[in-house]
Every structure is written in C-alpha cells, then in structure tokens.
C-alpha cells in the first residue's frame, strides 16, 4: 500500500527536488474548521506556538492519512516520529516577503547530513495563491549553503500553492522563505517536523541508473545497496576533485564529494588531511550564525567530511584515529561520520563511547548521536550517563540515542525521569519519546503519569476555563 501511495518514482522526485506535493484526503469543512479555529485563536489569544497541536488536537488527522503517511514512511522509513518543534506560520493581509533561510534543527545545530532522517511539513487549512504569501522553495538547492543559484536564475524559485489540505513534505535543509501576502485573505501554513528513528533495511528496490552524485548515493543508502562506482575514466583527476571539493561553486563541490567517494579507499589519506585542514579553518566558521544556520551550525559539517561519509566502510579506519586526535573540531567531526556512515564495529563503538567523556561538548553531543544513528546497545550505559550533561545538547542527544536503541535500554528509564523537568523543552520531549520507545512497563508507569498531570484540554481557554 505504501508503494502505491507513494511509489519509486515519487520518492525520486523527493530526492531530486527536495520536495512532494500530497493531497491529505480531508473534505473541505475539514480544513474550514480548522481555520476558524486558527482565526479565533490567532485573534483571541496569539500564535501557540508549539502548542498548535494540542490547541487544535485534529491537525493530527492530517498526519495520520495514508497518503501523508506512504511519504513519510517512504523517505523517513517505519516508526518515524514528530518533533515537538511546530508552528502556524500566520500571514495576513499586508505581510511582507521573508528573506531566504533554512530552518535549524531547534537550535540544536546538527550537521546538514546528506542522508534522509529529517523532513519538514507544511500543511496550508485553506487554498493558496500565488497573491496570498506562499511559502517558496528552491527546489533542487538542498545542499548549498547559499542562494547563489537564484541571482543566476531567479526562475529558481517555487511557490507552494494549492488547495486546501495541501501538504508540502521538504527536504529539512531546503531553502525557503515566506512571500509577501497582496491579498485580503489570512493564510496559514502550519509547519510540524518529522525524523527518522532506525536505519534503512535491505530492500529489492532497483538501482537508479540514470543518477549520479548525491542523489545516487541517497537512493543506494535508502535500498541498502553498495554505492554504484563509475569507471575511473569517468571519475577524472584526484587532485582536481580535491580543489573542487575547498573551492566556492557550490555545485562543483557537490560534484566532487561524491566524484571523490566513488574514488574508494584510495584517497582516504588525501580526505583526511583535507579534514584536518578544513577543520581547523573553518569549524568556527561554521558554528557562526548564518541564514543557512539561524541559529548557528556544527563544526563537523565540512565538505571532506561529506564525502568521507559518501565513501562508506572504506573509510571507517581512519575516522576511528581521527577520532583521537589532538584537535577537538577534528574529533567532533570524526565521530560525526562514522555515525553517518551507519555501520558499527567494534573500533567504532570504541572510539564513540570515548567521546562522550571528551572534554569538548561538540564532540560528546555528535557521539551520543552518532551512537543513537548506531543503535549502539553496547553504548546504552555510557549513554545513561550524559543524560547529566552541563550541556543540553549533549543530553538531548544521548536521549535520542536510547530513543533509537529502545526495548534493549529500557533498563535506564530511571535515569531518564530527571530529563521530564529539564530546562530545554525539547530535552522533555525528546525524555518521552524516550520512555515511549522503551516499551517497558516502567517506562510506560513513568510516561503515563506524568502525561496525567501535565495534558493539555484544548477545550480550555481564557474564554472557558473550567
């Protein structure tokens, strides 16, 4: 059913373009009555924030279509969850154009990793215009860090229209911004967030020929099929790729990370000391706030690190020495990728359970991610302990990690109630997804109650309070 409902072909175009259109199968006084409540709402108390859901606790019908459920499970696989990050994007008559960003990851500041395991959603209650203030995308542009390709082409950009019950599932990296409402109309675009829980499977979905470069390696990664490697007379000079991969044309370093992991082990010693170069240069660069990264980005985000990834298994070796290394930006991104690489040895498991005890945050936060991506259970008590981290990205991540570990870490569950209290919001969420995918009877006891004390009534309000 999830094939027919969002096919191969599908899932390619989402790839290519970062971006599908799906019909949420609701009638039309659906999608009405959410939008008086949005009016009465957005008039009577303000934007809730991340409480649009619980306020109006039906948006989740949308999610729970099996049209909208086909491509999420498509892209994010089996047991994807919600993030507690949503908002009604209000625009009313009058509202002025956005400027060009990506969202962050809830400041949290994660690699823009090339591989699927996070989407956003945009849901519009009502039709939308191109004179409403739609939201626009550069479709195609997911893995640039600028919008240099609209100065060239400013017929780059796309505006989301349709009808009401519209859902836009995008690539989370995708460049977007809101237009300038000309109309007399409110539009409302609510935006929830979706991530991947386990690794992809094995599957008898062919290859896809005619696709190169990132595109190509998604489409193995998903089917867990060994990357296709061209002839080497297609992958052209070492030294080449090399200069491409530190050059500024965004789409000829993209080009080149994947040119230079098709290469294969050959050029793991040149990739490395491209990664120490690179991030000694520019981890502080990168961690700087940026519209690519409102809220600041991660020192491990790095070309040679993409394509260390690309490259797979072949890798791994080098990766677990870097994760020794004497400069910590470089330890931070070494433990990054071979959480990307998603294969666990022992070095691996090694090398990432020692950098939860490295003294740089930035290297515990991507361990304790990197184990998650793993499922790393031989890591799940080391993990327990970051869950008291002064940092509360390194706990929100160690959350996450048992999160995707589940049953087999359900032992902790005491170790995650101090999590439900905790200052972050998003570490209180990420503490009951946790104790939800444990399983356990413990953990549901823990869940349940405090669930019992801390619900929302959407039926209350400053109108009606009792």
């Not at 995308?137 to 009401?164: C, F, K, N, R, V």
């Not at 869940?447 to 309070?465: A, F, G, N, V, Y």
Request: aromatic fraction near 6%.
């Amino acid at each position: 059913m999830i094939g027919q409902l969002f096919d191969d072909g599908a899932l390619r175009d989402f790839l290519r373009h970062g971006y599908a259109l799906i019909d949420s199968d609701q009638p039309p006084e659906f999608h009405r009555d959410v939008c008086d409540r949005l009016d009465h709402i957005m008039e009577s108390e303000g934007n809730p924030g991340n409480n649009i859901l619980p306020r109006v606790p039906e948006i989740q019908t949308i999610f729970d279509t099996p049209s909208v459920q086909a491509a999420l499970t498509r892209i994010l696989g089996p047991g994807y969850v919600m993030h507690p990050h949503r908002h009604c994007h209000h625009r009313p008559p009058g509202a002025a154009p956005q400027g060009w960003h990506k969202d962050d990851y809830v400041y949290d500041q994660n690699v823009r990793h090339h591989r699927g395991r996070w989407v956003m959603a945009f849901y519009y209650p009502q039709a939308v215009t191109t004179d409403m203030g739609p939201t626009a995308i550069l479709p195609g542009q997911q893995h640039h860090d600028t919008t240099a390709a609209l100065a060239a082409d400013p017929a780059a950009e796309m505006s989301i229209t349709g009808p009401a019950g519209t859902v836009a599932i995008v690539n989370f990296d995708v460049w977007h911004r809101a237009c300038a409402n000309t109309s007399q109309l409110n539009r409302y675009m609510l935006k929830f967030q979706f991530l991947r829980m386990q690794e992809p499977t094995q599957t008898d979905t062919g290859a896809w020929e005619d696709a190169e470069g990132v595109v190509r390696y998604q489409w193995d990664w998903l089917r867990q099929a060994a990357p296709c490697t061209p002839p080497a007379s297609a992958l052209g000079d070492v030294d080449t790729a090399l200069a491409k991969l530190q050059g500024d044309d965004e789409a000829a370093r993209l080009q080149a990370t994947y040119t230079l992991a098709g290469m294969g082990a050959s050029v793991v010693p040149a990739l490395v000391d491209c990664l120490r170069a690179e991030a000694t240069l520019r981890a502080e660069v990168k961690i700087a706030k940026s519209p690519a990264n409102p809220a600041g980005g991660n020192p491990a985000d790095l070309a040679s690190a993409h394509a260390l990834a690309a490259m797979g298994p072949s890798a791994i070796d080098a990766l677990v020495d870097l994760a020794g290394d004497s400069n910590w930006s470089v330890r931070a991104t070494a433990v990054d990728v071979l959480g990307t690489i998603g294969r666990q040895t022992a070095d691996t498991s090694s090398a990432l359970i020692g950098g939860l005890q490295d003294d740089n945050f930035w290297v515990r936060r991507n361990a304790a991610e990197a184990l998650g991506i793993l499922a790393a259970t031989d890591g799940a008590e080391d993990i327990g302990h970051v869950l008291q981290d002064e940092d509360w990205r390194v706990r929100l991540n160690g959350s996450g990690a048992l999160a995707r570990i589940g049953p087999p870490a359900a032992s902790l569950a005491g170790k995650v109630v101090p999590l439900l209290a905790d200052e972050n919001r998003y570490v209180r969420d990420s503490a009951l997804q946790t104790l939800r995918r444990f399983d356990s009877p413990e953990a549901t006891d823990i869940l349940l109650r405090h669930l019992t004390t801390s619900r929302w009534c959407p039926l209350t309000s400053k109108d009606s309070t009792f």
